[in-house]
């Protein structure tokens, strides 16, 4: 199983998400090997240190162009999502509404971001 190779077409949107292997769970009562894709890592929460953002236009509030705009990717958009709680990211943030953003250097020191 640590020799196992997955690929994912690049439109996937799990392209970019890590694969774990070799991680035993128990199955109908059998212990067996899986790959598992996903984060497994805490969720990022809220916190004191995050920067403050009021949506001021309707286009602006697209979670990947504010990644862009803070971090630099437009790849980040779950973490504003996740500390946000937004449940849809194709809607965003509404225009007045005000968002949390976590900091360049909390992400770099979760792991999340190299700065």
Known sequence: ???ARIELSPYSMFANTPAYQDVSVEIEGVR?????FGMMVDAVVADASDTLFRVPQAAEGRLDL???KYYGTPELWW???LVN?????????EVG????????N??????ILSV
Not at 97 to 104: A, N, S, V, W
């Open 1 to 3: 199983m640590a020799n």
């Open 32 to 36: 067996q090997n899986v790959i598992v």
């Open 66 to 68: 504010i990644s862009q």
């Open 79 to 81: 973490v504003i999502a």
């Open 85 to 93: 709680n937004i449940r849809d990211p194709i809607v965003g943030a």
């Open 97 to 104: 509404q005000t968002i949390r953003i976590p900091t360049r």
């Open 106 to 111: 909390r992400l770099a020191a979760e792991g």
